[in-house]
Nanobody, 122 residues
């Protein structure tokens, strides 16, 4: 069982930056691929970014490429999502996830955090 706790969300103006953190309980943190999804009101949960177990491979949704960076810190069992040049359409609840494979589909991931709200004002 893996417990994930997100933090770092908040209200920011368009063009601003936020860094989300996700702390994992597992001592086997390095065994899991890690990802971020987001869900806006009335919309389906969508893939944002993922990073492989080794950290050597990263995947991004086209909508965030060049603005968002995913990284992981093994000593702290934490994965980060650095978000720059934020847009109002980035407003959503952001969820951290862990699983055995990287996928753009939420059902392919095993563990989820409770989510953190990101609101970007215009």
């Amino acid at each position: 069982q893996v417990q994930l706790v997100e933090s770092g969300g908040g209200l920011v103006q368009a063009g601003g930056s936020l860094r989300l953190s996700c702390a994992a309980s597992a001592r086997t943190f390095s065994n899991y691929n890690m990802g971020w999804f987001r869900q806006a009101p009335g919309k389906e949960r969508e893939f944002v970014a993922a990073i492989s177990r080794s950290g050597g491979s990263r995947n991004y949704a086209d909508s965030v490429k060049g603005r968002i960076t995913i990284s992981r810190e093994y000593a702290k069992n934490t994965v980060y999502l650095q978000m720059n040049s934020l847009k109002p359409e980035d407003t959503a609840v952001y969820y951290c996830t862990a699983g055995p494979r990287i996928s753009g589909y939420p059902d392919s991931w095993d563990y989820w955090g409770q989510g953190t709200q990101v609101t970007v004002s215009s």
